[in-house]
């Protein structure tokens, strides 16, 4: 039988040169642009070009309104006794007490009182106050409660008003301290203060109005509204109410992460 050529030494040599070929092939990698890292809630955040604008945060005291009432003329004395306990319970909380502009919280008390006896000069009155905390911003009840006491035989109508008012001074007290707390409280404020708002494209009029607007308009932010705005040292602070649990990393961060159009920078 003819042996042909291509079964020889030629062929071998020729596989092996195509196996070696084979094991050479390098496939080329396409580099892919990286997109930036996610933060915060899982999206991706471009900081546009152009100016940033320094940002600082600051806690701030929520800012609580009183009113305290008087269901009828004969309880009033009452009811002026009631608020001395509120207003003391509440020095030291971390609460600013407001009597006029935005408040945050309003916390109410009615107060009415009615005669239990008399016998001569001698009076004891039975006591009801209601009390209600308000999340001023929406209206929405926070905590409401009632008290309910009497005070040992006074003498005298006004005597008893104020002894009926310091006999249920600790309930009105224990109520404040476990309820009217910032702990206890599902809302936070914050002042923010931008630097530089000058080279903000339409001015520094432009930016107040736009900031105001964006952080307002965020899920979980109550009220925002200037505080003081500064033209010869391009400044502005803001205030901000807002509910924490919706923010646990912050609400400037927040604030940086979804409205990348400001362009702000953590101070």
């Not at 006004?158 to 009217?180: G, H, N, Q």
């Not at 307002?216 to 109410?241: I, N, Q, W, Y």
Request: net charge negative; with cysteine.
């Amino acid at each position: 039988m003819k042996k042909h050529p291509a079964h020889g030494p030629l062929a071998l040599a020729l596989l092996a040169l195509v196996a070696a070929g084979c094991t050479s092939v390098t496939p080329s990698i396409v580099s892919e642009p990286v997109p930036p890292p996610p933060v915060g809630d899982g999206t991706p955040v471009t900081i546009p070009e152009g100016p940033a604008y320094t940002v600082s945060e600051k806690a701030e005291s929520m800012r609580i309104a009183i009113d305290v009432s008087a269901e009828d003329e004969a309880s009033t004395a009452f009811a002026s006794g009631v608020r001395e306990t509120v207003v003391t319970a509440l020095r030291g909380r971390k609460f600013q007490i407001v009597t006029d502009g935005s408040r945050d919280l309003d916390l109410s008390f009615s107060a009415r009182q009615s005669l239990f006896d008399r016998t001569g000069e001698y009076v004891t009155l039975d006591g009801t106050v209601s009390a209600r905390l308000d999340d001023a911003a929406t209206g929405n009840v926070l905590a409401e409660t009632s008290f309910h006491g009497r005070n040992k035989a006074s003498l005298g109508d006004d005597r008893a008003a104020i002894d009926l008012s310091k006999a249920m001074r600790p309930a009105i007290r224990e109520w404040i301290a476990a309820t009217v707390t910032p702990e206890q409280v599902p809302l936070d404020v914050r002042t923010l203060r931008v630097s530089d708002i000058d080279r903000y494209p339409g001015g520094e009029s432009a930016f107040i109005d736009g900031f105001v607007a964006a952080v307002s308009g965020m899920e979980g932010v109550l009220r925002c509204e200037t505080v003081a705005s500064d033209a010869k040292a391009h400044t502005a602070t803001f205030r901000a109410l807002y509910r924490p649990s919706q923010y646990p990393q912050g609400l400037v961060h927040a604030a940086i992460l979804r409205h990348p159009e400001f362009n702000l920078v953590l101070k």
